[in-house]
């Protein structure tokens, strides 16, 4: 890891140098107030150089009574979103960036000038003018907006889309998010570890086991913690079990997005075989409690048999998908080239996971660790960057998950299952797991009585919504759907 | 063979997915239900989803209820398109204050007779969110509620067994 304090002069020219040395999109930038422990605010910046596995970390100090920092948003595109987070939620200022728009806090809720994430913000004096809320329009004869949501046709979550076409084709898309703001960050604060982990399991709910993994390996980094290697392989395990039902159900809802239901309905009966797996092992359809500090819950007798078994006739029935969707003409046409984003715009927005390996971003957090590299682990990549792209890298992914966890249960290591934590301490760190949709990131602080002091959590949705919204441009709108759910982001774990 | 021969043919081979509701009475019930729903609602339940700031775990379940797996649907209940076409709105979701006004709207938007059910711990009283400072602490505060599905979130079998007891006793 490369750990590198600079004054607030020097922040902007080290991130640039890091993120060219690097090559990686800004991973994580976020602001943590210390003022009372020492009198200002922290801005870190995180990289993430895949071939070396490394990390790299840019800190600095903004006085209270200066709260401004130099924006690297016109130089890393990456970092705008961030900055923006920052601003709205601390108050402080990304000097030169030409974005102020909020992104949580909607203007016609929250008056001006109330940071929620400041220690010494509460929520009983909140009130002043509200604001308004402007699309931005697109102008020219025969140009026409389109406004879906923030409640759509579908059991989905919610978020306004506003489509601007010329005729058939979109020339620009306007995403609106923060309909699903809770506060989590804020409500993580003052916590206990072991009693934040159900929140952090709820940030997300598809991503209920990435999110609880990221957020207690964050703590064990802190706390020098060793995982027993059984515990590691069965992480694994549960972690890929979230990612194959999650493939599956994204698989599906490609599928009925273009009306092909058949495929579809064989798709639900996969992804409830599997959560009805997931329940028998971990007593929870979503693996909710299946992680703890210092390591996870052991199978039972004869769970290994039950997924070797439930694995047999789930990939049956997954074949079965897979040859229906690549052997229709009609479906295929649909997909193939639909929604492409191209690597230059992935890369610049640092859109990763599945979306970013289906445009030729070869990062996955998987890659060379543990129990991934014993068993050869095989990252899919593919550089179309379409419908059919992101569809590929699922069902690739899918079968690699479940050749894994074959592996791993039949070599599971005995022992222990958990290794748990005699003391806390203060201090920082990093949690970084590969959830089925991308890198889930927990950054956590923790104060001298081991309560959580900042837990900054950034979800792989967070970073990948933009992308949508170049992926669609050229594209009609009865298309939207198919781009939407190939990308099948979050808006719970966007909007936190 | 064609495609099609084949795939009923596959059809065939698996048969029946649906599970039978492992209940005592909850067959008799669902048919109970079906005289119930013909006579009251015209034939049919029609409820529009909203989710106010779930994780989206509900969303989840209520989906998988309609799968061939569970098949809400052989009960005369199904989810629509637009609150217009509603006779219950099911919220999800601990109301984030974003969502205060669609809430609103949309329950505005359903024809009378209507009624509210929440589903999710979060929907009643804020769940793990409570207490937050953008969150309205659950559905209840907003609009009547009529009928609370508990859960985190509620698995399929349990939002059915829910519905199905709500609805044979009103």
Not at chain 1, 37 to 64: D, N, P
Request: aromatic share 8%.
């Amino acid at each position: 890891m490369i750990y590198l304090e600079v004054k607030p002069a020097e922040f902007k020219s080290t991130c640039l140098k890091l993120h060219q040395e690097t090559g990686s999109p800004v991973m994580m930038l976020f602001a943590d107030d210390e003022r009372q422990e020492q009198g200002g605010y922290f801005i870190y910046c995180a990289f993430f150089s895949a071939q070396g596995r490394q990390w790299s970390w840019v800190k600095t100090f903004l006085a209270e009574n200066n709260p401004v920092f130099e924006s690297i948003a016109k130089e890393i595109y990456s970092a705008n979103l961030f900055e923006r987070e920052i601003k709205e939620m601390f108050g402080l200022e990304p000097l030169g960036n030409p974005d102020s728009r909020r992104l949580r806090l909607h203007d016609e809720v929250w008056p001006e000038g109330f940071f929620p994430l400041r220690h010494d913000f509460t929520n009983f004096n909140v009130s002043g003018a509200i604001g308004e809320y402007s699309a931005g329009q697109v102008e020219g004869e025969g140009v026409f907006e389109v406004p879906v949501g923030p409640v759509h046709a579908g059991i989905i979550g919610p978020g306004h889309f506003c489509f601007s076409a010329a005729g058939e084709p979109i020339i620009k898309l306007s995403i609106r998010l923060g309909f699903t703001h809770r506060g989590v960050e804020k409500l993580l604060e003052n916590k206990l570890p072991h009693e934040a982990i159900a929140l952090a399991e709820r940030v997300a709910g598809d991503s209920s086991l990435a999110h609880g993994l990221a957020f207690c390996q964050a703590i064990e980094n802190i706390l020098g913690l060793n995982i027993p290697p059984r515990a590691l392989y069965l992480r694994a395990i549960f972690l890929e079990l979230e990612r194959m039902y999650n493939h599956i159900s994204g698989i599906g809802g490609m599928a009925i997005d273009v009306g092909f239901s058949f495929p579809a309905a064989l798709c639900s009966i996969v992804k409830e075989a599997l959560q009805a797996l997931n329940e028998k092992l971990t007593a929870s359809r979503f693996l909710k409690g299946a992680v703890a500090l210092g390591g996870c819950r052991d199978l039972k007798d004869g769970d290994q048999k039950l997924i070797i078994d439930s694995l047999k006739n789930i990939m049956a029935d997954f074949n079965e998908v897979k040859k229906l969707l690549l052997g229709s003409v009609s479906f295929m046409d649909r997909v193939d080239t639909t929604g492409r984003l191209n690597r230059e715009n992935a890369e610049n927005l640092g859109v990763l996971g599945v979306a970013g390996r289906a445009s030729g971003i070869a990062v996955d957090l998987r890659e060379k660790t543990s129990p991934y590299i014993e068993s050869g682990f095989k990252m899919i990549v593919r550089n179309e960057g379409d419908v059919l792209a992101r569809l590929m890298v699922r069902l690739d992914e899918f079968e690699e998950s479940s050749r894994l966890i074959q592996e791993w249960v039949n070599k599971l290591p005995g022992g222990e299952t958990i290794n748990r934590p005699l003391k806390l301490v203060a201090g920082s760190a990093l949690g970084a797991v590969e959830g089925w949709r991308g890198p889930v990131l927990y950054w956590v602080r923790l104060n001298n009585e081991g309560k959580i002091a900042r837990c900054k959590i950034v979800d792989p949705s967070f970073r990948n919504w933009t992308g949508l919204s170049l992926a669609v441009l050229e594209n009609i709108i009865p298309d939207f759907p198919v781009c939407n759910k190939s990308f099948d982001l979050s808006y719970s774990g966007t909007d936190l | 063979m064609n495609t099609l021969t084949k795939l009923i043919k596959n059809r065939l081979k698996k048969g029946i997915v649906t599970r039978p509701i492992p209940s005592l009475e909850l067959e008799s019930l669902g048919q109970e239900l079906d005289q119930a729903i013909k006579k009251r609602f015209k034939r049919s339940l029609h409820i529009r989803e909203v989710d106010t700031g779930s994780c989206g775990a509900c969303e989840s379940e209520i989906i998988a209820a309609t799968s061939p797996i569970y098949d809400l649907q052989r009960f005369g209940i199904s989810f629509v398109a637009s609150p217009r076409h509603a006779d219950a709105l099911l919220v999800t979701g601990p109301v984030s204050k974003n969502m205060v006004l669609a809430l609103k709207k949309t329950y505005e938007a359903m024809p009378s007779p209507k009624f509210v059910i929440t589903l999710g711990d979060c929907a009643l009283d804020g769940g793990v969110f409570k207490g937050s400072y953008y969150v309205e602490n659950g559905v209840g505060s907003i609009l009547p509620v009529s009928l609370h599905i508990p859960g985190c979130p509620p698995k399929p079998i349990e939002i059915i067994k829910y519905l199905l007891a709500f609805l044979s006793d009103h």
